[in-house]
């Protein structure tokens, strides 16, 4: 069982950067791939509509992003204090929405964007980004 609990999140202007991070509890959490997913505000909080951020396998060997966020987000983690990071820089305001940390608890060493893939997830932290 792993939990997960996310900080860093916040009002930031457009150009602005934010950085969260999630903590995970578990002694397996450094066998696990780790991905970073968001819902933006006015959509219904239905599980399905949660879209890929960015991803990390288990070493931190490899990243994954989404189209819409590369080049601007870099995700990272530290397997020695159980944390991952997601550093979001030159943020846009369709960045808004609830960031979710999610552990994938799958034997790949792939990193995978699909959403029931992930096992384990936060409660989320709102990302409010103003034009």
């Known amino acids: 069982q792993v939990q997960l609990v996310e900080s860093g999140g916040g009002l930031v202007q457009a150009g602005g950067s934010l950085r969260l991070s999630c903590a995970a509890s578990?002694?397996?959490?450094?066998?696990?791939?780790m991905g970073w997913f968001r819902q933006a505000a006015g959509k219904e909080r239905e599980f399905v509509e949660r879209e890929f951020v960015a991803g990390i396998s288990w070493s931190g060997g490899r990243t994954y992003y989404a189209d819409s966020v590369k080049g601007r987000f870099t995700i990272s983690r530290d397997n020695a204090k159980n944390t991952v990071d997601l550093q979001m820089n030159s943020l846009k305001p369709e960045d808004t929405a609830v960031y979710y940390c999610?552990?994938?608890?799958?034997?790949?060493?792939?990193?995978?964007?699909?959403?029931?893939?992930?096992?384990?997830w936060g409660q989320g932290t709102q990302v409010t980004v103003s034009s």
């Open positions: 578990g002694r397996t959490f450094s066998s696990y791939a």
């Open positions: 999610a552990a994938d608890a799958g034997l790949s060493a792939a990193v995978t964007t699909w959403i029931y893939d992930y096992d384990y």
